[in-house]
């Protein structure tokens, strides 16, 4: 077929000639039975999960339990982002780095034109214009993605602003604005009368990203983080070379906003790698009483410098894809009620007999459930109900936590950036940065155990650079400059403080030294205050870390050894540490600036003194 004589391709609803024409082109290339343009309206929301549910794809909850809601269960196989199989294919393989894949980018076109070849044979090909950020955006930040995924349509329609709001955009007084384009294919050509797959994908995949061209190509997965490419792929790779040329920088950061009894508001950032916090901590009800945390962004910060010199950050998403594991009415109740209302897709969580989700955390089991793997389960069985990376997937508007700021295109002031990772030991539960290059360290040298959010070995250590390992679409060691300058180019009193934190110690036990969730009040509460410089510190050789008596424990219920245990610094775990980070620098070679030396070396001599 010639792209002519596909139907829909007449019927664009936009003159923009950029976007016709790539939808033309990659029309003729992948050769789908029909294009349909995504309005992203409530009666598409309600024809596509229609057209999931008659394939298989989803299941319709029990309205009564969870209204206009859809249990989805991927393929075994596909169920995480995929490391190895994302690739920055810059023209120069400086520019990608030591930590990421690389590939020349017309090798890596010449591979995948082959497999985006009639790959959407017999399938319908989706047109999806999308905003990330607020619409009203100074300079909106447009994307499009091309996909043959009837579920990724429902998704970004929760995750993004999509649709003809978002198409409004790309000609602005008659002028056609740029836009990010992203192809994705599942890679599975539904051949003449075979009966489709419910979550149909390929064995091999392709997370590709063209940072000079700004363009995603994505082949073989339907996940959620390989997918869905106006979420890691743009607002994170992309976007981060995006900052870095033009002065700002696109973190893997929630953003929340914190109000004291005494109704003074803060507003913070924190960087934590995937399944590490992020969610729970936007979504904080805090257990100190007069505290109130409200939600500006879960997974994603756009952070640039104001007028007045401070670091306002925006989030680009409209949605919430969080960890369905661990999340119920203790741990994190707002996200529970922002589940509840409805209009939200879980994807590989278990399902109950009367047609509500279940997942390990959430309470007791039922006797009976259909596993994530589409089994029966009962609670007798060793095999988990839920995947431990399975997902909600949930609109931002219905939290009702959300801070009323949380669409305002100028965004929100950072007084303070936190970063983090999951450490069973060495890492103690809060350490204040001296400065901001010293915070940066702290960033550059993260270290967290992996989880299932991405495929292959969970538990094991390695560095994630600002929680951004798998995110950064140049040269780390240049991301790290990148970031020394943007604080050398601020003035030093605005600044953010920043802080490193670790949720995750454990006793001898393997029991978690420190109650989290909820309770994380404290630390931020100690944070703040001592930005307003009114807590005590003492000085280690890491940094400044909060006296026992410092933390406020009002009606915490923990063991003073417990307390004590989440804050040591022990420097023989310290100096354990400091040959992995030298043989990260040493990874990162060339481009690691030379003050990251100079920190490792301050630190040595600290832990030696
Ligand atoms: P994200 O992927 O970074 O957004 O992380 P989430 O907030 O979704 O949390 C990932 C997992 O860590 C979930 O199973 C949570 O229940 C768990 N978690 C989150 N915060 C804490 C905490 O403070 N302490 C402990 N022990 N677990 C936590
Ligand atoms: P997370 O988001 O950080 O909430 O886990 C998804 C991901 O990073 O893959
Ligand atoms: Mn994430
Ligand atoms: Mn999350």
Redesign the pocket.
Known sequence: MTATTIPGLDSAPTTHQGLLTWVRETAELTQPARIEWVDGSPEEWTRITDLLVDNGTFVRLNDAKKPNSFWCASDPTDVA?VEDRTFICSRDPKDAGATNNWMDPDDMKAIMVERFRDSMRGRTMYVLPYCMGPLDADEPMLGAEITDSAYVVASMHIMTRLGSKALELFTKDGVEQTFVPGLHSIGAPLEAGAKDAAWPCNDTKYIVHFPEERLIWSYGSGY??NALLGK?CYSLRIASVKARDEGWLAE?MLIAKVTSPEGVEKYIAAAF???CG??NLAMLEPTLPGWKVETIG??IAWIRIGEDGRFYAVNPENGF???APGTDYHTNPNAMRTIEKGGSIFTNVALTDDGDIWWEGIGEAPDHLTSWKQQDWSPEGSELAAHPNSRYCTPIHQCDTRAPEWDDPKGVPLDAIFFGGRRRDTVPLVTEARDWQHGVFMGATLSSETTA??TGAVGVVRRDPMAMLPFIGYNAGDYFAHWIATGKGADADKLPKIFYVNWFRRDENGAFTWPGFGENIRVIKWALERIAGTAAAVDTPIGRVPTPEAIDTDGLDMSDEHLRASLAVDVEEWRAELPLIEEWFDKIGAALPSTMRDELAALRQRLDG
Request: net charge positive; charged share 30%.
């Open positions: 982002r959620g983080g890691k893997h790698p995937s399944a992020k969610t879960d997974d894809f969080g960890v959010a991405a």
